[in-house]
């Protein structure tokens, strides 16, 4: 079975979209991990047929968040064990791409 890890900077009960894709690729027989933010005021999830990480930040917003972002995820993303690594974000992008090219998987 394919395996997948899908990064994105948003919190997770608000992002229908990235449920959409992970149910999508979960349906066709990929192991999804699905890898986002969550917020004080986050509500909790319900359970779903695929991982949910949920990562918390004391800084929400401006440079550090960013940065304190990236460097989350690219500690994540060294240790996930998953053949692809995707990026949903802009933000981040940086931290994604020096991942899957240090541990060369497709990104």
């Given at each position: 079975?394919?395996?997948?890890?899908?990064?994105?900077?948003?919190?997770?009960?608000?992002?229908?979209?990235?449920?959409?894709?992970?149910?999508?690729?979960?349906?066709?027989?990929?192991?999804?991990?699905?890898?986002?933010?969550?917020?004080?005021?986050?509500?909790?999830?319900?359970?779903?047929?695929?991982?949910?990480?949920?990562?918390?930040?004391?800084?929400e917003r401006g440079?550090?968040?960013?940065?304190?972002?990236?460097?989350?995820?690219?500690?994540?993303?060294?240790?996930?064990?998953?053949?692809?690594?995707?990026?949903?974000?802009?933000?981040?992008?940086?931290?994604?791409?020096?991942?899957?090219?240090?541990?060369?998987?497709?990104?």
């Amino acid at each position: 079975m394919k395996s997948i890890s899908i990064f994105v900077s948003n919190d997770l009960v608000t992002d229908q979209r990235m449920h959409r894709f992970a149910e999508s690729l979960y349906h066709i027989g990929w192991r999804v991990e699905l890898i986002g933010r969550w917020k004080r005021t986050s509500k909790p999830l319900d359970p779903l047929n695929y991982l949910v990480h949920r990562v918390h930040f004391q800084v929400e917003r401006g440079i550090l968040f960013y940065g304190l972002l990236n460097f989350v995820f690219f500690i994540k993303a060294l240790r996930c064990k998953s053949e692809v690594l995707w990026s949903v974000d802009l933000d981040t992008l940086p931290a994604i791409r020096l991942a899957a090219f240090l541990k060369n998987k497709i990104f």
